[in-house]
């Protein structure tokens, strides 16, 4: 049996692909995976470059699942509707997989819908799967997250790595493995100790390379670690007391970045009362400049 997935690397592509992944396990399929470029002028090299880095995430997860599958790009000048069903055509394809995005009225009627045609035009079944971040699961928007997670307690890690279970886990002791991570794969969360494995460098790490990063933290609980994990980029600054929320807190960061925000959430309103009981009653009047604009800037509260 083969299937065709058509991957965009969006949030609903990544799910056409993890649902034909189990498709394809149960059915011990061959998963075929394009992206379609127009090519010419209008492809930008960064363009090219993500697509890149999707496509080895896609081929990646197949093969860790121990799937046969062949990643590429096409680009063959038609539309991508168009390349989907010419595909499937020229390769015999048994079932296909895409994402529905939402679009307006407006847009459908300019743009028309690649799902449409390629339902219509197909000579196979196809399976579309739809992407809201306001109504999706939250185990569903976890499922087959690159997570790195960070610390010097083997406890914490194995804790982690089994409350996000629906997560694909690395974990890393110490700085240096941590290090060599990051510069090896691709991650959508790194989750970081401060004490212990130099967290606070890892975090730079993280930010060179544009992973969203949560703190989690026991030994540097302070107001003051929790104003630099906000300098420094951190998009949250969770206390290890959290740890059995882990799974939320995790979901926050993830809707915060595709919603284009730099992190700030809900984590700290909802941990505000959290951060007054454990450093004191006006504990953010030391450094009220500080705190006045991040209330501006990200909505805390007083």
Partial sequence: M?????????????????????????????????????????????????????????????????????????????SAAEDIVQFAQENDIDHIFLGIKKKSRAQKAILGSTSRYVILKAPCPVTTVKFELETIKTDILLKDRHVLVVDDEPDILETVGELLDMCSIDTAANF????KLIEKNKYDLAILDIMGVSGYDILELCQKKKVPALMLTA????????????????DSYIPKDELANIIDHVADVIKTRIEGKQGYGNWFSSLKPF???????GWRNKDRNFW????DKYGGTA
Avoid: W
């Fill in 2 to 78: 083969k299937i065709l997935v058509g991957y965009n690397g969006d949030e609903v592509g990544r799910l056409a692909l993890s649902l034909a992944r189990d498709y394809a396990k149960t059915n011990n399929a061959f998963v075929y995976i394009i992206t379609s470029m127009e090519g010419g002028a209008s492809e930008k090299q960064s363009d090219i470059v993500k697509t890149e880095d999707g496509l080895n995430y896609a081929k990646k997860l197949m093969e860790d699942s121990g799937l046969k599958c062949d990643a590429q790009q096409s680009v063959r000048g038609l």
């Fill in 275 to 281: 951060f007054d009981k454990s450093f004191g009653k």
């Fill in 292 to 295: 006045n604009s991040f209330d």
């Fill in 219 to 234: 030994h540097a609980l302070t107001p003051e670690n929790l104003k630099e994990s906000i300098q420094k980029g951190a």
């Fill in 176 to 179: 240096e493995d941590a290090k």
